[in-house]
C-alpha cells in the first residue's frame, strides 16, 4: 500500500504561482505518478503526469503554465503551477500507479484562484 501525501494548496490571487508537493512512502522513480483536479461539480481529470523514464505529459489548457518535477533526495513529486486562473481551482489529487496496475490516491490539497 502506497501512501501519498500532499501539501502546498490554498488561496492564491489569479495569476499568482503555487507549488504542490506530493511524498510517498515508496520510491517515485519506480511509478508513473501524477496529478489529477477535480473542481466542483466535475470530474477528476490528470492535469501532469510523469513517467518511470521520466517522460511528461499535460492537459491541454496547464501547459505552458505547469511543470511537474521529481524530487530524488526527498522522495517526493511536485507540481509548479504559474499564471495561475480561475479554471485551476479545485481540489488537486496526486496518484501513483505501480508496475503491476495498483493505482493508489492522496487524500487532495485544496487550490483555490482568486479574483
Known amino acids: 500500500q502506497v501512501q501519498l501525501v500532499e501539501s502546498g494548496g490554498g488561496l492564491v490571487p489569479l495569476g499568482g504561482s503555487l507549488r504542490l508537493s506530493c511524498s510517498a512512502s515508496e520510491n517515485i522513480f519506480e511509478m508513473t505518478m501524477a496529478w489529477y483536479r477535480q473542481a466542483p461539480g466535475k470530474q477528476r481529470d490528470m492535469v501532469a503526469s510523469?513517467?518511470?523514464?521520466?517522460?511528461?505529459g499535460y492537459k491541454d489548457s496547464v501547459k505552458g503554465r505547469f511543470t511537474i518535477s521529481r524530487d530524488m533526495f526527498v522522495n517526493t513529486l511536485h507540481l509548479e503551477m504559474n499564471n495561475l486562473k480561475a479554471e485551476d481551482t479545485g481540489v488537486y489529487y496526486c496518484?501513483?500507479?505501480?508496475?503491476?496496475?495498483?493505482?493508489?490516491w492522496g487524500q487532495g490539497t485544496q487550490v483555490t484562484v482568486s479574483s
Open positions: 510523469v513517467t518511470r523514464e521520466g517522460i511528461t
Open positions: 496518484n501513483a500507479r505501480k508496475w503491476n496496475g495498483a493505482v493508489y
